[in-house]
């Protein structure tokens, strides 16, 4: 066992909501389920996105973040962002008796205790493209290996069963920083199964970038040029530390 005092974990949908308000209360102004089918652009920058009901909302600076479907919205900026979906199947159990405290971590899964009374166990890993469908065999993946990791679960009662895409690169690390060739465009994509891990100090990285016009120390080895020029070797320092 190991003893990881500064571990932590958060529900990811609360996490996205609480930031949802925060930047509200800030005046910013969320368009929920409105789909963008095209940007608008003039010399080398975007000036405004088309959404599906034929609405354009100007823009004086585009961050792309776009999960799994980096690749497909890159083509709007003539980029090819080598960004596909890997489909991860999850459940959550009921806590059983006596309850688990800790995060499990064996085979390739994780089983996590929540402060609602459920256990989430997750995740597969599979090169599904967009099939978001639940499948018997990643359910029956997840239960075997949780009930050799924590066998008590056995009398869990199964409360849900779902499904996310994570945004994976060929390297597994970000893709974040200035799109090349565009004045006012930065990509935050790719973040593979730690997006929300890594929500914060995207956030406050891309920030800086806009605001100051450089990209941030911490961020420049996740450049998407690292992918345009394969023959030149990229260190990434801080994720050794």
């Known amino acids: 066992s190991l003893l990881l005092p500064g571990e932590g974990q958060v529900r990811a949908q609360r996490v996205v909501e609480a930031l949802a308000k925060a930047a509200g209360d800030y005046g910013a102004m969320l368009f929920a389920h409105k789909e963008v089918i095209a940007l608008q652009h003039n010399n ?29 919205c890159g083509r709007w900026l003539n980029l090819t962002i080598p960004v596909e979906p890997q489909r991860g199947q999850l ?44 499948t018997a065999g990643g359910v029956f993946w997840l239960l ?31 893709i974040l920083g200035v799109a090349p060739g565009w004045e006012n465009v930065a990509l935050a994509v790719g973040h593979h199964s730690f997006g929300v891990l890594l929500s914060a100090i995207t956030g406050q990285s891309i920030a800086e970038l806009i605001v100051s016009g450089q990209a941030p120390e911490i961020i420049r080895p996740f450049s998407l040029e690292r992918f345009m020029h394969p023959d030149q070797e990229y260190d990434f320092p801080l994720l050794k530390k």
Not at 47 to 55: F, H, L, R, Y
Not at 112 to 134: L, M, N, R, S, Y
Request: net charge negative; aromatic share 6%.
């Open 144 to 174: 075997d290996w949780a009930l050799k990791l924590v066998p008590m679960l056995e009398q869990s009662v199964l409360e849900r069963v779902w499904v996310g895409l994570r945004p994976k690169t060929p390297d597994n690390y970000p």
């Open 44 to 72: 080398g920058k975007v000036v405004g996105v088309t959404t599906a009901d034929d609405e354009t909302i100007a823009c004086d600076y585009l961050v792309l973040a776009t999960g799994a479907w980096a690749a497909h």
């Open 91 to 134: 459940l959550s159990l009921r806590q059983p008796v006596p309850a688990i405290r800790h995060i499990v971590i064996g085979k390739g899964i994780y089983v996590a205790p929540k402060q609602d009374g459920t256990v989430i166990i997750g995740a597969t890993k599979e090169d599904a493209g967009f099939d978001a469908q639940v």
